[in-house]
């Protein structure tokens, strides 16, 4: 199995910009997490789906932040406008369900820079 | 709510040394926990996991984790580090009550004296 796959690995971009981070969770899992990950705030978990449906995105910081999940293998997370505040490392993570005592696996993230 | 509690920002060891980096957890019943481990430039990669049955969890690399009610408490252990083993390392804790997400404590960087 490839993983769950992130793109892009490393983004530099400059205040006011859009961003978009994608992500491609493992095959076969049905919950997709987006976390974000900062030296001040450590990880933080910013939304989460299941079957391609949010269930809880009370962690995203504003209205600036949006995410989608269009089908089962691929998810966005959108930035808009971006601001240097929003640097970070941003992971994604898929499932087949905790509680059904199943791992979260992670992404290598994508290492966002605003400028 | 579920919270997680590592006490320790940072510890340093000498290779060869034993290990035990601390883990408290808030929860209402009984937890599903785990422990996950960052190299730089990374993303997580499970160590171990607890869901039930026996309290002393094995996992990859040599890494066990013993998970306490009483003292609300799920450590890691590993009884000799290498050199490879700086990294650092994050507990969790699963939401429960029909919630799949988990929540992580703030992480532990674990530096190793050659």
């Known amino acids: 199995d490839a993983g769950v796959i992130q793109s892009p690995r490393h983004e530099v971009t400059e205040m006011g910009q859009e961003v978009t981070l994608r992500c491609k969770p493992i095959?076969?899992?049905?919950?997709l997490f987006w976390y974000r990950q900062t030296m001040m705030r450590g990880l933080e978990l910013l939304i989460y789906?299941?079957?391609?449906?949010?269930?809880?995105d009370s962690g995203m910081p504003e209205d600036r932040f949006s995410a989608k999940m269009p089908n089962a293998s691929f998810s966005t997370l959108k930035i808009q406008p971006s601001e240097p505040r929003d640097s970070a490392v941003y992971f994604c993570?898929?499932?087949?369900?905790?509680?059904?005592?199943?791992?979260?696996?992670f992404g290598e993230g994508s290492w966002l820079t605003v400028v | 709510a579920q919270s997680v509690t590592q006490p320790d920002i940072h510890i340093t060891v000498s290779e060869g040394a034993s290990l035990e980096l601390r883990c408290n957890y808030s929860?209402?019943?009984?937890?599903?926990l785990f422990w996950y481990v960052q190299s730089p430039g990374q993303g997580l990669q499970l160590l171990l996991k607890y869901f039930s049955g026996d309290t002393l969890v094995q996992g990859i690399k040599g890494f066990e984790a013993e998970f306490k009610r009483s003292q609300s408490s799920f450590n890691l252990r590993k009884p000799s580090v290498h050199w490879s083993d700086a990294a650092e390392y994050f507990c969790?804790?699963?939401?429960?009550?029909?919630?799949?997400?988990?929540?992580f404590g703030k992480g532990t960087r674990l530096h190793i004296l050659p």
């Open positions: 993570a898929s499932s087949a369900g905790v509680l059904s005592g199943n791992t979260i696996y």
């Open positions: 969790a804790v699963g939401a429960g009550r029909g919630d799949d997400k988990i929540i």
């Open positions: 929860y209402g019943a009984t937890p599903y």
């Open positions: 095959s076969g899992h049905d919950y």
């Open positions: 789906f299941n079957n391609n449906v949010p269930i809880d």
